[in-house]
């Protein structure tokens, strides 16, 4: 059942897009791609490497991006993360907040590419999105640790 856990908790975080929510700005940070940084940095053996396929096919779904984009973007994230890994033996957790700063920025700027226009006038919120998801990451990374039973990390 454990196994379970990690994905359903990426799907849970794609899902709270559908949560009603009336705002004039869209800034809900992507929870999804939260969730699946935090479990690829934190355990990195709780998702296999395919897994960012068919979790971003449920989170292109569940969002209205370009259906294939969260696929794309996430896998070419998890591919950018084992790069890292085969380069640094260690990594603090400082570090990992950086990389998911980069792959947040990264997913989220071509997501902006794919679904808008080039002259729509969304930078400044898409970098307010950015800067939220930025630092909700901390958060997310601390429930994946909660639900992996991690009490030490947590």
């Known amino acids: 059942m454990a196994r379970f856990i990690p994905p ?21 940070p992507p929870f999804g791609l939260l969730m699946l940084l935090g479990w690829r940095l934190t355990r990195p053996e709780s998702l296999r490497v395919w897994a960012p396929l068919p979790l971003g096919l449920f989170d292109d779904l569940v969002s209205g991006q370009p259906l294939g984009s969260a696929m794309l973007f996430w896998t ?5 993360i084992d790069l890292i890994d085969q380069r640094v ?18 997913c989220l700027i071509l997501g902006r590419l794919a679904a808008t ?20 990451f901390p958060l997310a990374a601390r429930l994946c640790a909660i639900l992996a039973g991690d009490e030490e990390e947590a």
């Open 76 to 80: 070419l994230c998890f591919f950018m």
């Open 117 to 136: 226009p080039i002259d729509a006038h969304v930078d400044t919120v898409l970098l307010l999105q950015i800067a939220i998801s930025v630092l909700l």
């Open 8 to 28: 359903l908790s990426v799907v849970a975080g794609s899902a709270l897009t559908l949560w009603p929510l009336i705002a004039s700005v869209q800034i809900l």
């Open 89 to 106: 033996v260690y990594r603090t957790f400082w570090q990992d907040w950086l990389i998911a700063a980069g792959s947040i920025g990264f």
